[in-house]
């Protein structure tokens, strides 16, 4: 089964849910989405993977990113999803994706649900 793994090094969650995966003897495919952004389509598929709305994988804490970004709750899901793609510090992380589905990640248990 392949794992991948939206991961940003800086971030204590994400590295968390690496070394559980790696506690689990998976060694993921690491995407490091800062330096290798997802474009639009793979966000969409991302999303709709994971079956939840755009919204849901925007980092709101990033409140200079999303002011910057002029995002808002009530944008459609494909400005969302550009403007993730143009800003992907505005993606929440990390996402974990497997054959049985993805999910963000926090609490890092919860990639237990998709393993």
Known sequence: MTVTIYHNPNCSTSRSVLALLRERGIEPVVVQYLKTPLDRGALKTLVAT?????RDLVRWKEKEAVSAAGVT????EGALLEAMA??????NRPIVATGKGARLCRPPETVSEIL
């Open 73 to 76: 709750p009530e944008m459609t």
């Open 50 to 54: 994971m079956g939840v709305p755009a």
């Open 86 to 91: 143009r800003f992907p510090v505005l993606m």
